[in-house]
């Protein structure tokens, strides 16, 4: 496997980088969630699966059937593994890569956005016992 060219391996870079957030703010709304259902450990595994599947992490997005593939290509998860493997493979190249990178920020300020609300109402809900 050649190594990508200079340009490619900073955008890939510049991928794994906006990975980060975008797998945070994932992990960050499972954790709000716990407001509501008072249990960590199913929400996690959950979100693992789901993570595992719709990120192309188990299996390359673009062998799964077309209404799957509909599904990845509306979510976030496609950002936390597909999208730096494609750029990494050279799959993708020049604007096809800033487009996805865009998506994966895209998807960041709208998890962050949404994770700030539903923080505002997790934290209404919050009982602490004792001194």
């Not at 407001?35 to 450990?41: I, K, L, S, V």
């Not at 750029?87 to 998506?103: D, P």
């Not at 895209?106 to 505002?120: F, H, N, Q, S």
Request: aromatic letters at 12%; a positive charge; proline letters at 7%.
């Amino acid at each position: 496997m050649p190594l990508p060219d200079p340009a490619q391996a900073g955008l890939f870079l510049l991928s794994l980088l906006a990975m980060v957030p975008l797998k945070f703010a994932l992990v960050y709304l499972v954790g709000l969630a716990c407001f509501w259902t008072g249990n960590f450990h199913g929400l996690s595994l959950s979100r693992v699966a789901i993570t595992n599947i719709l990120s192309g992490a188990l299996v390359p997005i673009a062998l799964y059937p077309g209404w799957l593939q509909t599904i990845c290509a509306w979510s976030p998860f496609p950002g936390i593994v597909s999208t730096p493997a494609l750029i990494f493979l050279g799959q993708v190249r020049g604007a096809e890569s800033a487009y996805l990178i865009g998506t994966q920020l895209l998807w960041v300020a709208v998890l962050w956005i949404g994770a700030r609300l539903l923080w505002r109402v997790a934290v209404r809900r919050l009982v602490v016992h004792g001194g």
